[in-house]
């Protein structure tokens, strides 16, 4: 912890939360909160100058940049409950031109994570009003085409893990996400949860371990 590098708080936020690096690396996008609207902006920050701060998204509620690659191209998923159905917009057009997911039309969901396994894209989410505890899995063949739900779903209830933390991380042929631990109160810690089995018809996952900054 020693070498962690501390990201300066612009004079306008409150706070910052839900950090995510690009693919690159080459930048960090996280949720502002705006101390006069006291709503979540979306702020792009360079990871060799992190006082230079810009702002992609503002006005409505954003949170939870989430971002993933198809076709060589990246995407940015952010979290849009409050305002609209869920979305994901080209990162190098500088976000003109929105796709929704299909499938969710009129639908409010939470902390989406997109990740592909063996041909299909399984979509992570909470729905608005049981994020915290609730945890739900639909599938795909393209962020482009309609997602289902799976047949699992939904694959976690408790508050301990059933809201994603993050990106799914892979590491010696295992895959892990990340869960945030909601039991004694928001945000206590992060759950590491292994998912064991995930196929279009199958899904197990087991509790591993925590990680906590005191």
Not at 126 to 136: E, F, I, P
Request: charged share 25%; hydrophobic share 35%.
């Amino acid at each position: 912890s020693k070498n962690f590098k501390k990201i300066p708080i612009t004079k306008k936020y409150s706070r910052y939360a839900d950090p995510f690096f690009s693919h690159d690396y080459k930048n960090i996008r996280l949720e502002a909160i705006n101390k006069n609207a006291n709503l979540g902006e979306i702020i792009s920050i360079p990871t060799n100058n992190l006082k230079k701060q810009k702002l992609l998204f503002s006005k409505n509620h954003y949170s939870y940049p989430f971002s993933f690659v198809y076709k060589k191209i990246e995407y940015l998923l952010p979290e849009v409950s409050s305002h609209s159905a869920p979305f994901f917009i080209e990162i190098d057009r500088k976000y003109k031109k929105k796709h929704f997911l299909r499938g969710f039309k009129n639908q409010r969901i939470v902390d989406s994570t997109l990740f592909k396994h063996k041909n299909f894209w399984h979509l992570f989410f909470g729905k608005k009003n049981d994020a915290t505890n609730v945890l739900h899995l639909w599938i795909s063949e393209s962020p482009f085409k309609e997602f289902k739900p799976h047949p699992n779903t939904p694959i976690t209830i408790s508050p301990k893990s059933a809201r994603m933390g993050g990106n799914i991380f892979c590491f010696n042929k295992r895959i892990f996400r990340f869960g945030q631990n909601n039991e004694g109160e928001y945000g206590e810690s992060l759950s590491v949860i292994e998912i064991k089995n995930l196929t279009p018809k199958n899904y197990l996952e087991e509790f591993i371990g925590s990680i906590k900054i005191d």
